[in-house]
């Protein structure tokens, strides 16, 4: 089965990490920076009640639940996970197609008009005495071909990119069908914390690094969601990671939010839950995370929850019964 959980990266979060003084950049002054933050925290609705909820950053919210999986849940989600088999995590290149489309525009009002006129310059000196309806038959042909070129050579660089991504994740995944007794925990708490139906579910996806493995800066969401996550229930509105196993402080593999200056260390059984969008779907970059290197191997599992119904291959069946 294709796997479902493709993780979207874009060029915007390369040089994030780079960001002067990103790490001690408070909330406070965040805020006073950024006069959308208020409509960027308007998130989906979630059971605040929920059992060892706390807050660990606010505007943007940063959610950790402790035991919310049990030791013998985290491992069936890691044992199930084993037995599938892991394969290299997939990345997306998010925002492509908004990438290509202004690509192809600026071609399409400069590189290929000028090559258009050139031709007709050219050929009107070498024959002379075009027509004007001969002019613009030599423009139209030389802008189409020019055009088709330029296609060819963006097509190539989206190709190059997603090659370029796929480097910066070097950890394997799979999806689980959410019927063990791990996942089956995982799905029907995540439906009573984010107050969601599962059909707006990415299949829970298990995540795991190899010591050194690493999954560079991101978002989760994606600026050109309504196009390119139309099949797979639109935007990410909410990431919920739950942590497999205990990686001890001096063994990295924290989950860092580089721009609010904190980082999250994996423990067993404990959820981290963070919104990439609005509930209307607005992308927040302010929540840009990493998956740092660790000394040591280091189990995730995450669920994403979408906009809509998030249909097969990477939602869980029409049939699928949480209880
Ligand atoms: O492994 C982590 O700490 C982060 C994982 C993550 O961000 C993702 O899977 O999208
Ligand atoms: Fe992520």
């Known amino acids: 089965m294709a796997n479902a959980a493709t993780l979207c990266m874009h060029h915007a ?25 208020v409509m960027l925290d308007a998130h989906i609705d ?14 943007p919210d940063v959610i950790l639940v402790d035991q919310f999986l049990s030791r013998q849940e985290c491992e069936s989600i890691v044992s199930r996970a084993r037995n599938k088999g892991l394969s290299l995590s997939p990345v997306a290149y ?12 600026l071609a399409a009002g400069g590189p290929a008009v000028w090559l258009a006129l050139a031709r007709v310059w050219m050929v009107n000196g070498d024959v002379g005495g075009l027509s004007r309806t001969e002019m613009i038959v030599q423009a139209g042909s030389t802008w189409a071909l020019a055009m088709a070129a330029i296609g060819g050579m963006v097509a190539l660089y989206t190709q ?10 070097t950890s394997t995944s799979t999806t689980l069908d959410g019927t063990g007794l791990g996942d089956a925990a995982l799905v029907r ?28 800066p991101h978002f989760d969401a994606n600026r050109a969601a309504t196009v390119e996550d139309a099949t797979r229930g639109g935007q990410t509105l909410c990431t919920l990671l739950v942590y497999c196993n205990d990686v001890q402080e001096s063994d990295g593999g924290a989950t860092v939010f580089n721009r609010l200056g904190f980082s999250v260390r994996p423990k067993q059984g404990q959820a981290l839950l963070f ?39 990477y939602g869980l069946p029409d049939h699928y019964n949480f209880e």
């Open 46 to 59: 979630i059971d605040e009640e929920f059992f060892n909820l706390t807050y660990l950053h606010r505007s």
């Open 189 to 216: 708490r995540a439906m009573q914390l984010l107050k969601s139906d599962w059909r707006t579910f990415e299949a829970p996806t298990v995540i795991h690094y190899d010591p050194g493995q690493k999954l560079a």
């Open 275 to 313: 919104f990439p969008a609005t509930k209307e779907g607005a992308f927040d970059e302010r929540v840009e995370h990493e998956g740092a290197p660790a000394k040591t191997e280091k189990w995730v599992a995450r669920i994403w929850r979408h906009q809509d119904r998030v249909t097969p291959p």
């Open 94 to 105: 998010a925002g492509w197609t908004q990438d290509a489309q202004e690509l192809l525009k």
């Open 160 to 169: 190059q990119r997603i090659k370029q991504l796929q480097s910066m994740r």
């Open 13 to 37: 979060a390369l040089p994030a990490a780079a960001l002067p003084n990103c790490s001690e950049r408070s909330a406070a002054s965040f805020q006073s920076v950024e006069p959308a933050a």
